[in-house]
C-alpha cells in the first residue's frame, strides 16, 4: 500500500509539472503526443506522467511512442507504467506489431521474454548527414551497438559496432547534445537500420572501400536483412492535415531554428546560379530598393523551381521528413507538422504559385554563403601575391 501511495504522488505530482507547462493533461490528444515524450527522461515523477497520459490516448502514435520509450525507461515504477498503459491500449484494440489485441490465456503474452531492438537518429546537419544508431540489449551484459554517419549524398560514411552499458549509451547522448546541441531521438529500430543499410548499399556502388566490416556487424547483431517501410514521422502526423492554413507562410520561420541555422545547399547545386543572382544584383539598369528586392525575388523563384526537381529535391524532401520527426520529438509540433508541409510539397513538386519561402531563404542563404567565401578567397589571393620578400 505504501509503494501504491507514493506511486500516486509521484504520478500526481508529474501531471501537474506538465499541467504548468500548458500540456493538455486533462483530455490528452494526440497532437501532443511529441510534447509529452519531450519530458520523457527528465526525472521519475515526469516519466510516470507521460507514459500515464500516452496510455490514455487511444491512437497508434502513443502505442508507437510507449515502445520507443520502453527501452529508456530506468526505473522500476517507470517500467511498470509502461506495460500498464501499453495492456490499457491493447484492451482498447491497440496492440504493438504481432500481437493480437485482447489476447486470450494461450495467447502470447504482450511482453516477449527477449529484450526489444533500440533505434536511434540524429536531427540532419547541412550537408545531410545524420547520426543512427542500432542498439540490441542484452540481458546481464549491456547493449550491442551498430554506430554510423549516414549522408543523404555519399552513403553510409563511417560505421562501427561496440559493447556498452545503458549509462555509458545515456552519458553519450548527453555529450552530443552538451557539445553539439543535438539530442538523439528514438525512431523505431527497422528505420534506423534501413537507413545504415541503404547508406552502405549506396556507398558500395560508388566503389567507397573501409566499410566492410559493416556486415560482420549486422551478422554479429543478428539483424535480418531490411526491408522499406513509411518513414516513421508518418506515425505521428497525418500527412493531409499538414498542408492547411498559413504553413507557406510560416516555413520560413523554420531557418531560425537552431538545427536549421547552419543549412546551405551543396556548392555544387547552388553555384551554376550564383552567376545569374550577381548579374541581376549588379545590373546596371536603375531600379529603386523595391524593385530590386522584386527582381531578385523572381530570379529566386526561377532557381527553386528548377533546383527542387528531380535527385536534388528528393533528397531535401528525406531531411525535411527527417527534421520533422525530430521536432515532433523533441517537443515542436507544429514546427514538425510545417516541415512535413514543405516535404510532401517538395514531393508533389508543389513549388509554383505562392512559392515556398523556406526554399527561397536557404537559397538566398547559400548564395550570400558562396559568395562570402569567394570573396575571402579573392582577398587572400590578393593579399599573398602582393607580399614583399625581403632578401
Known amino acids: 500500500m505504501a509503494k501504491q501511495d507514493a506511486r500516486q504522488r509521484a504520478l500526481r505530482k508529474g501531471i501537474e509539472s506538465l499541467r504548468t507547462e500548458g500540456l493538455p493533461v486533462d483530455e490528452p490528444t494526440a497532437e501532443a503526443i511529441g510534447s509529452f515524450t519531450s519530458f520523457f527522461g527528465k526525472g521519475m515523477e ?28 530506468m526505473d522500476r515504477e517507470v517500467k511498470r507504467e ?7 491500449l491493447a484492451q482498447k484494440g491497440l496492440a504493438p506489431a504481432g500481437e493480437k489485441p485482447g489476447g486470450s490465456k494461450d495467447e502470447k503474452p504482450l511482453f516477449g521474454l527477449g529484450p526489444a531492438l533500440e533505434g536511434y537518429l540524429s536531427s540532419v546537419d547541412g550537408a545531410g548527414n ?6 540490441r540489449p542484452q540481458i546481464g551484459s549491456g547493449l550491442q551497438m551498430i554506430q554510423g554517419i549516414v549522408s543523404d549524398r555519399l552513403g553510409l560514411i563511417q560505421v562501427g559496432g561496440s559493447v556498452l552499458k545503458r549509462k555509458e549509451l545515456r552519458r553519450m547522448m548527453a555529450e552530443i547534445k552538451e557539445r553539439h546541441g ?3 531521438i528514438p525512431v523505431p529500430w527497422e528505420f534506423a537500420d534501413w537507413v545504415l543499410y541503404q ?13 566492410e566490416h559493416f556486415q560482420q556487424i549486422r551478422t554479429h547483431m543478428s539483424l535480418p536483412k531490411p526491408g522499406p517501410r513509411p518513414h516513421p514521422i508518418y506515425d505521428h502526423i497525418n500527412a493531409s492535415d499538414v498542408r492547411v492554413g498559413a504553413w507557406r507562410e510560416d516555413s520560413k520561420k523554420l531557418l531560425d531554428e537552431p538545427e536549421f541555422r ?19 544584383q549588379g545590373s546596371r539598369l536603375v531600379l529603386n530598393p523595391l524593385q530590386k528586392e522584386e527582381r531578385l525575388g523572381r530570379l529566386v523563384h526561377h532557381v527553386a523551381q528548377d533546383l527542387f526537381v528531380g535527385d536534388v529535391g528528393e533528397l531535401i524532401a528525406v531531411r525535411m521528413e527527417d527534421m520533422a520527426l525530430y521536432l515532433c520529438l523533441t517537443g515542436r509540433r507544429e514546427k514538425a507538422e510545417t516541415s512535413l508541409a514543405v516535404a510532401l510539397a517538395i514531393k508533389e513538386r508543389d513549388l509554383g504559385g505562392l512559392g515556398i519561402p ?34
Open 358 to 391: 523556406f526554399l527561397y531563404g536557404l537559397i538566398q542563404r547559400s548564395l550570400a554563403v558562396l559568395k562570402a567565401q569567394k570573396q575571402a578567397k579573392e582577398k587572400e589571393e590578393t593579399e599573398g601575391s602582393s607580399l614583399i620578400i625581403k632578401p
Open 262 to 280: 547552419l543549412w546551405v545547399l551543396d556548392v555544387d547545386w547552388i553555384a551554376p546560379y550564383a552567376e545569374r543572382v550577381e548579374e541581376a
Open 182 to 184: 543535438v539530442a538523439m
Open 130 to 135: 545524420r547520426l543512427v544508431w542500432v542498439a
Open 82 to 88: 509502461v506495460r500498464r498503459s501499453l495492456f490499457k
Open 46 to 73: 515526469l516519466d510516470l506522467a507521460v507514459v500515464f497520459l500516452l496510455g490514455r490516448i487511444v491512437k497508434p502514435a502513443a502505442l508507437a511512442a510507449l515502445k520507443a520509450l520502453e527501452p529508456r525507461a
Open 199 to 211: 547508406g552502405h548499399e549506396k556507398a558500395k556502388a560508388a566503389g567507397r572501400t573501409g566499410l
